[in-house]
């Protein structure tokens, strides 16, 4: 979190960071997490503690697709999905554009693993 350095309070997030910061939060809320909203987010965390396999990873992929579609401000563009053995951890990379600013594409990097 970063702080402002004339008032002292956290710093607000503007723009494709404030995007960043609701797609990571998106994806790493289960469903019936938020109260009144009980379809918000994703499935990801279930399948965390699968074996690593490629349909593990497509599921994900799709559930990461699915939650993206929640967020009414973005038009995905790509998403990568991959797997890190060694450390039973995925990399997810997220290419999209902000509806208001058309024809820029902006990344957001998410590394998912299984908190114990």
Do not use: C, H
Request: glycine fraction near 4%.
């Amino acid at each position: 979190m970063n702080v402002n350095p004339t008032t002292g309070l956290l710093a607000r997030v503007i723009n494709e960071d404030s995007v960043k910061q609701s797609l990571r939060n998106l994806i790493l809320t289960n469903p019936t997490e938020r109260f009144y909203q009980p379809f918000l987010g994703s499935k990801v965390r279930s399948s965390l503690f699968e074996p690593m396999t490629p349909v593990t990873v497509d599921t994900i992929r799709f559930s990461i697709e699915n939650t993206i579609k929640q967020e009414p401000r973005v038009q995905l563009v790509r998403l990568d999905v991959i797997p890190d053995y060694d450390n039973n951890q995925y990399n997810v990379g997220i290419y999209f554009e902000v509806l208001n600013f058309p024809g820029k594409t902006f990344a957001a990097n998410i590394l998912i693993d299984a908190l114990r």
